[in-house]
């Protein structure tokens, strides 16, 4: 029964309407001369405490402002901002309360149309590579686990992310114009055996010294019996705060997402992204920290 509640939930997502022509155009994206890889860390910059404003447009031309706010050991976004301290262990570890005493952490205002959900990274996922061939790219191919609103384990998969360098382009925003901007394409496919079938796919273009400047995102898949497609794109309102690009204060790279929590502020008649919480690996590659701390990897235990 449990498995069947939240399947219907992603089935609403299926009544969302198709999208058509949503990718950037080349032409103004032009190539390094002489580059065989691109040293992506003076692209990534994030301090702890940076929060950034970013202007979110929908395929039916909504806008709306959109919080991201970092922190050493995770990111929370949109409605999730206000979340960042509250750890997913309170809803995913051994000790957590039974199912339906786990509320605190979504959002306050709830209603018929809103959905939320956990996916659990194993091993973390890499959200940006510290570097990227200009041919071969980056790949990775891990496990993920698939909860409900309460935490209750509902699927396991498959998850390969692919990330491409496509060039250099200039990017007009509201906070001003940036240049010589990287951007890249990263595609995200999730497949559980007999389930629901999920694609993420970005095009990020990352300033120099500053960080991520747009977004484009599109989200789709398949819910038996229905298909459901969303497309945003993010790009930035305001210079972040809290911007000390010192390598001390520095997050560490790269980014490695060890699970995230997702809340929708609707599904129908199509699927909007209203929040997520994501944690962090401890350190970037340390496996045998990993190793150490259990409660980080609890998929496992749903293989």
Not at 229 to 240: C, I, K, W
Request: glycine letters at 6%; charged letters at 25%.
């Amino acid at each position: 029964m449990k498995h069947w509640v939240f399947v219907i939930v992603l089935a609403w997502l299926g009544l969302a309407g198709c999208s058509t022509n949503w990718r950037p155009s080349h032409a103004q994206v032009r190539q390094p001369v002489n580059q065989v890889a691109v040293d992506l860390r003076p692209y990534l910059v994030v301090v702890p405490g940076n929060r950034s404003l970013r202007a979110r447009q929908s395929e039916q031309d909504d806008t709306s402002s959109f919080l991201e706010h970092f922190e050493q050991d995770g990111m929370a976004s949109g409605s999730m901002a206000a979340k960042l301290p509250d750890s997913l262990d309170s809803y995913l570890g051994d000790d957590a309360p039974k199912a339906g005493e786990r509320w605190a952490l979504w959002p306050e205002k709830q209603s018929k149309l809103s959905a939320a959900f956990f996916l659990e990274f194993d091993p973390p996922m890499t959200y940006l590579p510290t570097s990227i061939d200009l041919d071969d790219g980056f790949k990775e191919q891990l496990s993920v686990c698939c909860y409900n609103r309460d935490g209750e384990f509902a699927y396991r998969g498959k998850l390969v992310r692919e990330i491409r360098f496509e060039g250099l382009e200039s990017v007009e925003t509201l906070a001003g114009s940036f240049h010589d901007c990287v951007r890249l394409r990263t595609s995200t496919s999730i497949r559980i055996p007999w389930g629901p079938r999920f694609n993420w796919q970005e095009y990020i273009w990352l300033a120099k010294d500053l960080g991520q400047v747009r977004r484009i995102e599109k989200m789709d898949g398949w819910v038996f019996p229905a298909w459901f497609e969303q497309v945003v794109t993010y790009t930035l309102a305001g210079m972040p705060e809290a911007q000390v690009p010192t390598s001390t204060k520095r997050l560490p790279l790269p980014q490695r997402w060890v699970r995230c929590a997702v809340f929708l502020d609707h599904v129908f008649p199509s699927p909007e992204l209203g929040g997520m919480l994501v944690e962090f690996a401890p350190r970037s590659g340390d496996q045998s920290q990993l190793a150490a701390t259990p409660h980080l990897r609890p998929c496992q235990a749903n293989r």
